[in-house]
Structure formats: structure tokens, C-alpha cells
């Protein structure tokens, strides 16, 4: 046999292989099902919650600033020497406590002579009033002048009226020589010394003050409300004969506001320049633990209690400038929901368009899925201390999710 017959011999037999190759693969393909050459995505593990409605009421806050009920500068009443200091820098101290004693001799000395003042003036009086009994019994007998009995009846009353003055002069010294005792007007927490002991003071309004005291039993809190709060809220007008607005404090440390006040007074102007009123509650404060000066976070309410529906905030997405939620039907699909948010309440925040009760959203796994997927649901309550993912975070953005 030649070669040119080889080869075509060769090459006859290479094609039918091949040949049958590729039929045995065209007949594997055709007998394997289309689920097979085409496996269906895994669906995506998320938290879902179901939406329901919550009796509520509308809550406003707000940021202020601690103030004192009664806030007293302490100057002395009288001048002198400063002889005694007898409380501790920052002590809760009680109406009528000494706090401070100015050198009380000079006073004292006073009082005694306003009182041998008083004496003489008294037997002054007591003289003139004898001389004035007998004055009167001689003129009946017609054996005085009516000018000498007239001098009597004068000098009478002249000693009476000095009777008055020793006896003005002698309180003045004793309230003068009581000052030298400077108490606490009402009960609180002092301040610290500003003058000590040694040290000459002076009485006067002007003078620097001796320490500060400020109340603690109850405290303000002050901060302003805008103008529609004011007329829908706190407007006295209105509010009167109603039922009080509940007020709620917390403190920079706090994460809620745990202590409840009322309205205590509104300002009698809105300014103009700001567009708010000053406001002023009242919290009891018989810890102690409220100073003034302290910044408060005020949770006011307003409005009668109303039906919301509440949802926790990390199953809020955004959306350039629209907010939205992903919703999950009968199918386990997701769907994209536009809504409308409102204030937050008790950690959740309010929804005032665009779900109802009883929809299901995706509350945790929002940045593991899109619109249309089919997801694995796994229920949990609307309440963010049950989810167990990490704690909420800002709201994310995720950009042109509409399908």
C-alpha cells in the first residue's frame, strides 16, 4: 500500500471518532434536565419582622440647660471682720444654718448702749409723766399757769416719743448685732468660700459675695420651643383646664429620659430673631444629682395618644434623597417601598407613610439583598434588642435600586 492511501485511510478513520465523539456529547446534553445546566441561585438568609400599629403620643425634644428654683448670693448685712467659715466647699446645707461669722463685739457693744439709751428715755418719760399728774392737779385748783401746765403736757409727750427712738435704736442694734450670723436662706448645696477667715467685709449690694447657694429639692430645666410647638403644645391659652404636658429629662450620660416633670412657665414673648419661646419645667431633684448648668436632653409630649406604626430603623435604606423599605410577600420576594418617616419613639422610629400592619420587612441582611430577590425569611419581633446582628447603624445609602 502506498502512503498517499495510508493517509487517506488514516484520516477516514480520525473524522468517524470525532464524529461520534460529538454525538455522544449532543445526546449527554440533550438527556440532562434544564435544572441541571442552569442551578438556581441560593436564596439570601435575612431577618424579617412584621409591621404592626402602636398607640402612641408625639413627642418633640429639645436640648437646655439645667437652672437652680433658688439661686442666693451671700453678702453680709453688716461690716466688719469675717471671724468663722463654717461649712465645706460644695455641703448640702439646711435653712437656717450658720455659715458664716463676722466678729459680733462692736455689735454687741451697740446693743448695750441702745439699751442704757432706753433706760434713760424711760425714766426720762416716767418724770416728765409725774410732773404732768400733778401740773394737772393744781391747775384744778386753779394754783399753776395754763402756760406752765402746757410745758408739762409738752415734755410728757417729748419723753415718750424718745421712749419710741431708744426703743428703735435697740431693735436696730440687735438685728444688726443677728447679722453678724449669716445663715443659709434656704436649703441647697454651697458653693465655696470666697472670703475667708481674717479678711475685713463690707455690707452692700455691691460687694463681692461671701459664696453662692442654690436649691436642690426641685430644678429647672429651661429650653426653647419653636413657634408650631408652642401653639400646639405649650400655648397656656390653650392649655388651660386641660391635662398637664408630660415632660421627660435625661441627662448627657443617659441613653433614655428617665425622670418625668411638668410645664412650670412659658415666656410671655416668642423671639422674634430665633423664631422660639423659652420654656421651663420643673423635675423633682431630691438625690441631688441635677446641677445646675448641666446639659439636658427634654423629651416633651403633646396631642392626644394616636394610633402609628413604628419600625426599627435598620431596615430603613436610602435612596438619594428618599427613604425606603423592602418589603416581603407570600413568595418570600422582596419588593422596594417607598416611606415617609416621622419622630422616633422608644427607639423605633415612626412611619407615617407607606406601610401598613401587618406587612413583613426586612429588618436585618438590607445590604445582602435587592429588590425582586427571593430571600430565606427568619421572623423576628420588631424590637432591636431581639435581632442579633451588630448594632444599628446610619442609615445606608445604596443608589438606584428601583428595578
Not at 441560593?42 to 429639645?62: H, K, L, N
Not at 440687735?174 to 453678724?180: A, M, P, R
Amino acid at each position: 500500500m502506498s502512503i498517499p492511501h495510508t493517509r487517506t485511510a488514516l484520516a477516514l478513520v480520525i473524522t468517524a471518532l470525532v464524529a461520534t465523539g460529538g454525538f455522544a456529547v449532543m445526546r449527554a446534553q440533550a438527556d440532562t434536565p434544564p435544572a441541571a445546566a442552569a442551578a438556581a441561585p441560593a436564596a439570601t438568609p435575612v431577618e424579617v419582622a412584621e409591621v404592626s400599629r402602636q398607640t402612641i403620643i408625639d413627642w418633640q425634644d429639645y436640648s437646655g440647660r439645667l437652672e437652680a428654683v433658688d439661686r442666693v448670693e451671700i453678702r453680709p448685712l453688716v461690716s466688719g471682720t469675717l471671724t468663722a467659715v463654717h461649712f465645706r466647699d460644695g455641703a448640702r446645707v439646711k435653712k437656717g444654718d450658720v455659715l458664716f461669722t463676722i466678729d459680733p463685739r462692736p455689735y454687741a457693744a451697740e446693743v448695750e448702749r441702745a439699751q442704757a439709751q432706753l433706760a434713760a428715755a424711760e425714766t426720762r418719760a416716767g418724770y416728765t409723766a409725774t410732773e404732768l399728774a400733778r401740773g394737772q392737779r393744781l391747775a384744778a385748783d386753779n394754783a399753776i399757769a395754763k402756760r406752765d401746765l402746757d410745758e408739762k403736757q409738752n415734755a410728757a409727750r417729748e419723753a415718750a416719743a424718745q421712749v419710741q427712738a431708744a426703743q428703735a435704736a435697740l431693735t436696730a442694734a440687735k438685728l444688726n448685732l443677728e447679722y453678724t450670723r449669716i445663715t443659709a436662706p434656704v436649703s441647697g448645696r454651697i458653693s465655696r468660700a470666697e472670703v475667708t477667715v481674717g479678711n475685713i467685709v463690707a455690707a452692700g449690694a455691691g460687694t463681692t459675695p461671701l459664696t453662692t447657694l442654690v436649691s436642690m429639692d426641685k430644678i429647672y430645666a429651661a429650653f426653647d420651643v419653636d413657634e408650631q410647638s408652642f401653639l400646639k403644645y405649650v400655648n397656656p391659652a390653650r392649655a388651660a383646664g386641660g391635662e398637664p404636658v408630660p415632660v421627660f429629662l435625661g441627662l448627657a450620660d443617659e441613653d433614655g429620659h428617665s425622670r418625668r416633670g411638668t410645664v412650670a412657665s412659658v415666656d410671655n414673648r416668642l423671639d422674634t430673631s430665633s423664631g422660639t419661646i423659652r420654656v421651663r419645667a420643673v423635675f423633682d431633684n431630691a438625690d441631688g444629682l441635677l446641677l445646675p448648668g448641666l446639659y439636658a436632653r427634654i423629651r416633651l409630649g403633646g396631642g392626644a395618644p394616636r394610633e402609628a406604626v413604628l419600625i426599627d430603623e435598620r431596615a430603613i435604606g436610602t435612596d438619594q434623597d428618599k427613604r425606603f423599605v423592602l418589603v416581603v410577600d407570600e413568595t418570600n420576594r422582596t419588593a422596594y417601598r417607598e416611606v415617609r418617616l416621622g419622630a422616633r419613639q422608644s427607639g423605633l422610629r415612626i412611619i407615617e407613610n407607606g406601610l401598613n400592619a401587618g406587612e413583613r420587612i426586612v429588618v436585618s441582611g438590607l445590604q445582602r439583598t435587592r429588590p425582586g430577590d427571593t430571600v430565606a425569611p427568619k421572623n423576628v419581633p420588631m424590637n432591636r434588642e431581639s435581632l442579633v446582628d451588630a448594632p444599628a447603624q446610619p442609615a445606608r445609602r445604596t443608589a438606584n435600586v428601583k428595578a
